[in-house]
């Protein structure tokens, strides 16, 4: 039987080239709304590229009290991982500047708490680079327990990921731990997000070599 865990100023000329802009690249009302889930695929590959697992991890959002009292969009990840049924409760924060959404973090993606929660800014495509220091107090990656962590992210220039046999516009982004680096190693993070659908794309590299993609499947309603 499965166990289950439960965690979880500016010339007047250029005023109509932004307003276009910012029409055209901004929010175009929620994404991560109540009724709708998302499905992607996880798949391990070893340094060699050889795939060592893969499951499904399914994206609800639904209530949770720990995201509401946080102030967070609530959302439910559920995915198998080494024989354990995870069912992980987390968040999600969108706002008219940004959006920003917590990983799956538990099972063999523990490791994805030593990187920064995937963050895009409005308008889409704008450069950005930051760093920031987050403390872990309590991880399922245990070695990052009562550690604080440097964290840096930047913009990328954008791509096109294929999503059900067409291609979709994304904005693309990386991200690695700025500390840690002689007691964890280096891991790194890219991830591709989409005006309507959002985050579709994550790739995980670990300091071995190794990789870990997440890939969008579909986007339904219920």
């Not at 889930?37 to 798949?43: D, G, H, I, P, T």
């Not at 490791?111 to 950005?128: A, D, E, N, R």
């Not at 002689?182 to 991830?191: A, C, D, R, T």
């Amino acid at each position: 039987m499965n166990k289950i865990i439960r965690r979880g100023l500016l010339p007047l000329r250029l005023l109509p080239f932004l307003l276009l802009f910012y029409a055209c690249s901004g929010p175009k009302g929620k994404i991560y709304t109540e009724g709708k889930q998302w499905k992607y695929s996880c798949v391990f590959y070893t340094p060699n590229g050889q795939v060592e697992d893969s499951f499904l991890i399914d994206l609800k959002v639904q209530a949770n009290a720990i995201a509401l009292l946080a102030g967070q969009i609530p959302i439910i990840y559920e995915y198998t991982s080494g024989g354990e049924k995870i069912q992980e409760t987390t968040g999600v924060i969108e706002e008219e500047e940004m959006v920003s959404i917590h990983q799956p973090r538990m099972g063999k993606l523990s490791f994805t708490q030593i990187l920064p929660m995937p963050t895009v800014g409005y308008p889409l495509g704008y450069k950005s680079e930051s760093t920031i220091e987050t403390k872990i107090e309590k991880s399922p990656f245990t070695e990052l327990n009562g550690k604080i962590v440097k964290q840096a992210r930047r913009t990328l220039a954008p791509d096109s990921v294929s999503y059900k046999g067409t291609f979709i516009k994304c904005f693309t982004y990386e991200a690695e731990n700025a500390s840690l680096v002689q007691e964890l190693g280096q891991y790194h993070l890219k991830y591709w997000f989409n005006a309507e659908k959002g985050f579709v794309r994550y790739l995980y590299t670990k300091p071995d070599g190794g990789t870990v993609v997440i890939n969008l499947i579909e986007v339904t309603e219920q």
